[in-house]
């Protein structure tokens, strides 16, 4: 099998794993990973349920489609990560439910929507900021992303969902599941008094795991 036939495989395997337990519904979401001459990324109006290895898309680094179905409408937001945050070998983006009822409301900090509730959201995602409200497939998602600077691995985009980036599919997927985990236990716990970890806790946990 050579590393693109793995890579499809990996795409398939994992996007029916979220689709299964209901991180994505419909034809929402689409994953991405970098392959040795390009991006792969799931098909636009693809169920991430019922992906086909050989009809994934395959497009140039800059943005040329290659071989596979149409190109997800939101290809602009992924290339983004891969060109501002060099670590990026691939993004997940989602309209995980908890996730996306954080992008909707009025009154969550926009540069730290995340607060440091347990340790592997900071250890797997970090600072999450929010990204201003675009259509989706709108190019301008992929510039304001461009704006971040490589700075963050996640971002929420103001009423519609995350974008997760990391070294390889499985920690894009593992770290898209923490974040969603993580908007849950903050929608759940809204209303209560909550203990936060503490800067030097914070802290700890960098020196020990690094960043993401
Ligand atoms: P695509 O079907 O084009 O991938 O778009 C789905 C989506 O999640 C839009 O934000």
Redesign the pocket.
Known sequence: MTNEDQARADIVRLAKSLFDRGFSVG????ISCTVEDGIL??????SLGFLSADRISKISRDGRHISGDK????IFLHRAFYESRPSTGAVV???STYCTALSCLADVDPQDCIPSLTPYVIMRVGQVPIVPYVR??DEKAGRLIDNLRGKYAAVL?AN??PVVAGRNLESAVFAAEELEETAKLLIILRTMKVRYLTEAQVEELAAAFGKP
Request: cysteine-free.
């Open positions: 034809s929402a979401g689409n990324i799931t098909p636009t109006n693809s190109p997800s409408k939101e983006h989602l309209h989706p497939g985009l519609h969902g």
